[in-house]
């Protein structure tokens, strides 16, 4: 073998190995990183609660109707929100049956109580946080700074006035 082809199948081996590392990674911090444990997941596990909103500003960024979109969703909005979470604020409780979002945490930490889970869930900066049908909640910032939030929604009813 000459030391051209030598140094190429180490090469592939350590390409392997770093792919394999990193896919691994990946996984891992998807899978622990603020969902809720597998052993903790029960529908309606928790109750209700009419906790008013309080201390947090739900800002739209743009939105896109989807009827007009190659996919014609009538009454459909695609939007991206801004939401900013001053400690002790409450994002009230809510459904997303109608209204899948994914939740980008920018900055902060932020407590979540689901319907769907028996222990809240600690969603972190840098996480995203899925919402999807099944899922009721609200949200408190338990800690001391501000929580900054991105939520990418598709919005069915717009009067719906839920954050």
């Known amino acids: ?28 911090s998807s899978a622990f990183a603020g969902e809720c444990a597998a052993d903790q997941m029960k529908a309606n596990v928790r109750a209700p ?7 947090v500003t739900d800002t739209v960024l743009a939105s896109i109707d989807l009827a007009n979109e190659p996919i014609k969703a009538k009454d459909r909005l695609q939007r991206v ?10 994002v009230p409780w809510h459904s997303h049956d109608d209204r899948p979002a994914l939740i980008y945490i920018i900055e902060g930490e932020i407590v979540e109580y689901a319907s769907n889970c028996a222990t809240p869930i600690v969603h972190k900066a840098g996480e995203v946080a899925r919402e999807t049908m099944g ?9 001391s700074k501000t929580v900054t939030l991105l939520s990418f929604d598709i919005l069915h009813d717009k009067k719906d006035k839920n954050m």
């Open 1 to 28: 073998m000459s030391a051209n082809q030598a140094w190429r199948r180490a090469a592939r081996r350590h390409l392997a190995l770093a792919a394999t590392v990193a896919t691994a990674s990946a996984l891992a």
């Open 49 to 55: 609660v009419t906790t008013a909103a309080s201390g």
């Open 81 to 90: 929100r801004k939401l900013v979470v001053q400690p002790g604020g409450v």
């Open 135 to 143: 899922t009721s909640h609200w949200w408190k910032n338990l800690g």
